[in-house]
């Protein structure tokens, strides 16, 4: 706050200026400084912006007393303005009568059509990716329809030989004034879609648009660690600028596929094994490829429970460069299975075996054996 320039400063009026004179200051700042005399230029936007907010404050008796009184504290939040702008769209948004005021119709700002560069649309990319693919990565080569420049006629939707005229509708401004009831605003013109050109005789590759939808294959490197619902951003692969305007972006929203044996928590691994009864009373070693060079070997302790959990640090899903370092855990999940049917062998051990522990089973005839018969 304390770093901001005075507003009087800044549109270099003395503190006596009258209403009219800070208007003509302003005017001639706005035009110094527009963007589209100006276009790329960081500074000239600052400036524009600034001039933008002196002005919204000193034209506004009200506002202007304030600032006399308590300076930018007098001004800011608080809905009194003076709180800066973001960004030189929200200048033309919130000035948009004083721009006409200023220029004329359409704010001396060729909005939604004319010449002006504008960036291409953004694309988006369904990709299914397997559950392996996702841990350790994958690159995957991919075929989007683009839209692109016609080459035929470079854009300009004319026919060859011929070019496009300035539309007689809104002169060129891609805009027409609307009147409805006391009040003019500014719409896209109907004739020209508020490009402010019109065709004569249209290309016959693309009718007329400019455009042409062309496949293009790209290739897409998915990181280790990807999970279903995160987005990958390809720098400039979406649509083709107009004219001269950086293209879009393409943005591919990944899905990864199920796995039946693994699902995945955060960035572990969760593993479901099946053990049989003896194994989880005896205790066992299991191999498990978790997608590393080799399989894991892991030692599952006698007496262990279904349900229970295991947990290995580190053998999990490598982390996302934003969400930290190294990998999540592997964790094993337990699951004991019982035989429906054990032959007559197993059978007559199983009896000797509860008869030992002490636990009465059900005989061959649905009958209970006499315990300790
Ligand atoms: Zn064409
Ligand atoms: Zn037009």
Known sequence: MTTKRNYYEILQV??????????????????????????GDKVAEEKFKEAAEAYEVLSDPAKRQRFDQFGHAGVS???????????????????????????????????????????????RYDLKVSFKESVLGTEKKIQIPRKTSCTSCEGSGAAKGTKPVTCSTCRGQGQVAVQQGFFTYASTCPDCNGSGK?????????????????????????????????????SGEGEGGINGGTPGDLYVFIEVEASPQFKREDFDLVYSLKIGVAQAILGTDVSIDCFEDEPRQVEIPAGIQPGQRLVIQGAGIPKLEKYGRGKGDLIIEVNVEIPMKVNKEAEEHLRAFAQKVGQNVKNNNGFFDKIFG
């Open 14 to 39: 003395s503190k006596s200026a009258s209403a009219d004179e800070i208007k003509k200051a302003y005017r001639k700042l706005a035009v110094q400084y527009h963007p589209d005399r100006n276009p």
């Open 77 to 123: 939040g608080n809905g009194f303005g003076g709180a800066g702008f973001g960004n030189v769209d929200d200048v033309f948004e919130h000035f948009g009568s004083i721009f006409e005021d200023l220029f004329g119709m359409g704010g001396g700002r060729k909005r939604g059509g004319g010449n002006r560069a504008r960036k291409g649309g953004d694309l």
């Open 198 to 234: 019109s065709i004569s005789t249209p290309c016959g590759d693309c009718k007329g648009t400019g455009f042409q939808t062309k496949s293009s294959n790209i290739n897409v490197k998915i990181p280790a660690g990807i999970d279903t619902g995160m987005r990958l951003r390809v």
